[in-house]
Nanobody, 126 residues
Framework: QMHLVESGGGLVQPGGSLTLSCVIS????????IGWFREAPGKDKEGISC???????RYADSVKDRFTISRDNTKRTVYLQMNGLKREDSGLYYC????????????????????WGQGTQVTVSS
């Protein structure tokens, strides 16, 4: 069993930055893929960024060149650095990990069979 805990969300002005963290505990098995997903009011949950065990990463078009996913294996932590935040970036951000790599339109797909955190809220507003 793998447990994920996100942190780092908050209120930020447009153009600002935030760094989200996802600490992984429980299973010592390495994940095959790990990603960040965003759920905004009235919208479906969408994949924002994901990283494979190889270190290769994928980004949604809406966040390319603004967001960066990274990891610190010694701390078993995955980060999402978010720069140039826009109002449309607001939402509940989830970290999820999977023992599989499933892609759809070049973005990781994860479901209830995978491991999810509880989410951290990001609000971009002036």
């Amino acid at each position: 069993q793998m447990h994920l805990v996100e942190s780092g969300g908050g209120l930020v002005q447009p153009g600002g930055s935030l760094t989200l963290s996802c600490v992984i505990s429980g299973s010592t098995r390495n994940y095959a893929s790990i990603g960040w997903f965003r759920e905004a009011p009235g919208k479906d949950k969408e994949g924002i960024s994901c990283m494979f065990s190889s270190g290769m990463a994928r980004y949604a078009d809406s966040v390319k060149d603004r967001f960066t996913i990274s990891r610190d294996n010694t701390k078993r932590t995955v980060y999402l650095q978010m720069n140039g935040l826009k109002r449309e970036d607001s939402g509940l951000y989830y970290c999820a990990a999977s023992n599989n790599v499933i892609l759809h339109k070049d973005m990781c797909v994860m479901d209830s069979n995978d491991y999810w955190g509880q989410g951290t809220q990001v609000t971009v507003s002036s």
